[in-house]
């Protein structure tokens, strides 16, 4: 899938889609992987992780990320000692993930979310890399809060319409999700837009992932991860830390300070009409 090309408004336009990624941003699986991570790296006189290293692992595919952190932590141990150990601590300890701060609310309120313009539902689905066996773990549950996604809606990231290295900070997820969710719309309905969709991530390569697919995004850090960032906020809103250069090329897409993205410190803040979304019943708001 290639980038969308971006269309300039003058205020980014009223959304009709929300996007979701999950790790970081709805439940608190990201604390479960640096507790492993850092448990392994104990064993073998290391650590702990620093946030400039979790950064570049956080939103890629589990593979991608492997190789980051193994070149980074050279463990006296092979990729699959360090695989099985990783797996058991993820097996005790992913079942026991919580929603993170206002996620609740926010699936709450888009029970009743409406477009601004035709009134219509907002549509929603999930791009996690996640693959379906972790998927599962972190997940299970807690099935009456991922109840809100259709099936169909969820797109992992052992998806097998990704193609190969094709994960974030590359837009493809995005754009399968945007196309799950057309082909849920009745006939009625006009497809929904790169432009229209909202995204939500935690992690640095999943803005600019969002932001390559064309679309709006809240980037909601956290608080180690903010701090890493400082001073540089509007580089990371714009998908411009080059996270994806290399693969991608540069992201054309945007430019730094254009209004498309936005930052906060949990969902709690959360301003759905700062996005042009209306509500079926304003006490809902």
Not at 10 to 35: H, N, Q, V, W
Not at 156 to 185: F, Q, T, V
Request: glycine share 8%; net charge negative.
């Amino acid at each position: 899938m290639k980038n969308q090309i971006l269309t300039v408004y003058p205020s980014p336009p009223p959304i009709r889609a929300c996007i979701f990624d999950m790790d970081g941003l709805l439940i608190d699986s990201e604390d479960k992987y640096t507790r492993g991570t850092n448990e392994i790296l104990a064993k073998y006189g290391k650590g702990p992780i620093p946030w400039d290293v979790k950064a570049k692992l956080q939103g890629r595919p589990g593979t991608a990320a492997m190789d980051i952190f193994l070149k980074w932590a050279q463990l006296p141990i092979t990729a699959e000692e360090y695989t099985a150990e990783q797996n058991d601590l993820h097996t005790k300890y992913f079942p026991t993930t919580a929603p993170l701060a206002g996620v609740e609310t926010l699936f709450q309120q888009l029970s009743v979310a409406r477009t601004a313009q035709e009134g219509h539902p907002v549509a929603i689905a999930l791009a996690t890399s996640s693959h379906l066996p972790k998927f599962r773990l972190k997940t299970s549950h807690l099935e009456p809060l991922f109840s809100i996604f259709p099936p169909e809606q969820r797109i992992l990231g052992d998806d097998p319409r990704i193609p190969s290295g094709r994960g974030k900070p590359a837009p493809d997820i995005y754009l399968l999700a945007l196309s799950a969710i057309n082909d849920s719309l009745h006939a009625s309905i006009p497809p929904i837009q790169p432009h229209e969709c909202l995204v939500f991530e935690d992690a640095v390569p999943g803005v600019e992932a969002g932001r390559r697919a064309g679309m709006q995004v809240v980037w909601v850090p956290a608080s180690g991860l903010a701090e890493l960032y400082q001073g540089r906020e509007h580089e990371v809103l714009a998908g411009k830390t080059g996270e994806g250069d290399d693969l991608l090329g540069p992201n054309e897409l945007g430019s730094v300070g254009d209004g498309w993205a936005a930052q906060m410190n949990s969902l709690e803040e959360f301003d759905w009409a700062r996005w042009g979304v209306e509500f079926a019943n304003r006490e809902n708001k």
